[in-house]
C-alpha cells in the first residue's frame, strides 16, 4: 500500500514540474499531458523555422549575417547576427524597423568583433495593418543587401 502511494506521489509531482515547464495552467493530469503535446508540438515548428533559416543562410556565404523572426505575444523577436563586424548594418536595420512602423521596445546590440541585434518590436499603433514575421524578414534582408551595396562589403 505505502508503495502504491510512493508511486502516486511520484507521478504527481513530475506532472506538475511537466506542468510548470510547459507553462501549463492545467488542473487536470490529461490536460496537462496535452499541453505538454501542444508545447512540444511548439518546439518542433521552431526548430523547422531555425533549419530553414540555416539551410536558406548557408545559401549564401557563410560570413553573411544571419536572420531570424519570430512573433511573440508582445511583439516581434529580431535576432540578426554576423561573425565579422558589420559597420553601420544597424542604421540600415533600425530603418527598415522605421519603414515597417516597427517600434523597438527593447535592443541589445554588439559592434564589434561580429555583429549581433537582437531586438523587440511592435506595431506602431498608426498602421493598420498587421506585420507578419516574413514580411519583416524580407525588410531585414532587404536592409542587409542595401548595406552591402552602399558600403562595397566583400561578402
Request: aromatic share 6%; proline share 1%; charged share 25%.
Amino acid at each position: 500500500m505505502v508503495s502504491r502511494e510512493h508511486k502516486k506521489a511520484a507521478l504527481h509531482e513530475k506532472l506538475q514540474l511537466l506542468r510548470s515547464v510547459t507553462n501549463s495552467h492545467a488542473k487536470e493530469d490529461t490536460s496537462i499531458i496535452s499541453d505538454a503535446s501542444k508545447y512540444i508540438e511548439e518546439l518542433k515548428r521552431k526548430i523547422d523555422i531555425l533549419n530553414q533559416d540555416i539551410a536558406q543562410s548557408s545559401s549564401y556565404q557563410n560570413s553573411w549575417p544571419m536572420v531570424t523572426v519570430e512573433a511573440l505575444e508582445k511583439g516581434i523577436q529580431v535576432n540578426v547576427y554576423s561573425e565579422r563586424s558589420c559597420q553601420g548594418l544597424l542604421v540600415f536595420v533600425l530603418k527598415a524597423f522605421e519603414d515597417l512602423s516597427l517600434n523597438v521596445l527593447e535592443a541589445r546590440v554588439s559592434c564589434t568583433a561580429c555583429f549581433q541585434l537582437e531586438a523587440l518590436g511592435v506595431e506602431s499603433e498608426e498602421n493598420g495593418e498587421a506585420i507578419d514575421t516574413r514580411t519583416v524578414k524580407q525588410a531585414v534582408l532587404q536592409a542587409i543587401e542595401d548595406w552591402m551595396e552602399s558600403s562595397d562589403q566583400d561578402y
